[in-house]
């Protein structure tokens, strides 16, 4: 396959006899979906991105496992329960760090289940600069401050309240500790905002099915995954969830469960027999599509 020829971006990410298998972000697709058990994705995953940034690209990392090496990174988000981590979405918006106002009001809507109409009398508030903040959303005495009472606590204080992390450069963002459900989804959704539109960059998302399991995450899902130029995004998974598996893009099928791999070959349209050959320890199959046909490349994992 001629794939070096057809984009900067392409990297291996198996070895065969034959010659190395590629993934380019331009001729495959923009995500790269890994599916595995134990760390194999994690590992996986941090060899693609440190490829990427080898070829000068920055790199955001979402991680749930609290491993992830912090160096080479510009900056580190940690987050935490009851931690003040400035992730307020309706100041990052009036900063300028996330687009624009109803995109922050959208997010309100979506963590608290505002309705279309209490969302757009938020947004209004906001651009009248009636309320800048989600706290005071909370305590103005509107009707979506009663929606958003019902499900607001002191966690959800603590993580608008601070200063907003610093998000140029590389960043890593460390969920390790992050217990509560809702404080790892709202900071998530928040932060998926906020890098929507970043280019030259490559975005690694581990564990991905942790992280979108939630209505909120799988709102940020598409932010960070819709195709862009210079852009692409790695989701490392050991869960293979229907919403992962029906995002547009390749995967790398690791070692796992043989009914996984089942279900993982039937979810990308791989039809039976030859081609849904067994992977087994430290093996890797390819799967992409093009308009006109199924593909699978196998081979061995990089240092295997």
């Known amino acids: 396959m001629e794939t070096l020829k057809y984009s900067k971006l392409v990297v291996e990410i198996l070895s065969k006899e034959s010659g190395p298998v590629y993934y380019d972000p331009v001729y495959h697709g923009r995500t790269l979906k890994i599916i595995g058990i ?24 979402f991680d749930t496992t609290g491993n992830f090496p912090e160096e ?13 981590m400035g992730l307020d979405p309706i100041k990052l918006a009036l900063a300028g760090i996330i687009g624009d106002p109803y995109s922050a009001a959208t997010i309100v809507q979506t963590l608290y289940s505002l309705d279309r109409a209490l969302t757009d009398r938020l947004y209004a508030d906001i651009l009248a600069k009636r309320v800048s903040s989600v706290p005071e959303a909370a305590k103005k005495g509107e009707k979506y401050s009663e929606v958003i009472m019902e ?11 601070g200063e907003a ?55 940020a899902l598409p932010l960070l995954t819709r195709p862009m130029r210079r852009r692409a995004t790695i989701l ?19 070692y796992t469960d043989p009914d996984t791999q089942a279900v993982v070959y039937e979810a990308n349209g791989v039809p ?13 199959a390819f799967i992409y599509r093009t308009p006109e046909t199924i593909n699978v490349e196998w081979g061995e994992l990089p240092g295997d």
């Open 165 to 219: 992390p610093k998000l140029e450069g590389s960043v890593l963002v460390d969920f390790g500790n992050a217990h509560s459900i809702t404080v790892a989804q709202a900071a998530f959704l928040t932060l998926a905002a906020a890098f929507t539109k970043r280019r030259n960059v490559v975005i690694g998302i581990d564990d991905a099915a942790v992280l979108t399991y939630s209505e909120a995450g799988s709102a």
């Open 151 to 161: 499900s607001y606590t002191e966690l959800d204080e603590r993580l608008y309240s």
């Open 272 to 284: 039976p027999g030859a081609m849904r050959k067994h992977v087994h320890k430290g093996q890797g």
């Open 38 to 61: 134990d760390d194999d994705p994690t590992k996986v995953m941090a060899d693609i991105v440190s490829k990427y940034r080898e070829k000068g690209y920055d790199a955001i990392v």
């Open 236 to 254: 490392a998974t050991r869960y293979a969830m229907d919403a992962l598996l029906q995002t547009a893009g390749p995967t790398l099928l690791l």
């Open 72 to 84: 080479g990174f510009d900056n580190v988000v940690k987050v935490e329960d009851g931690k003040e």
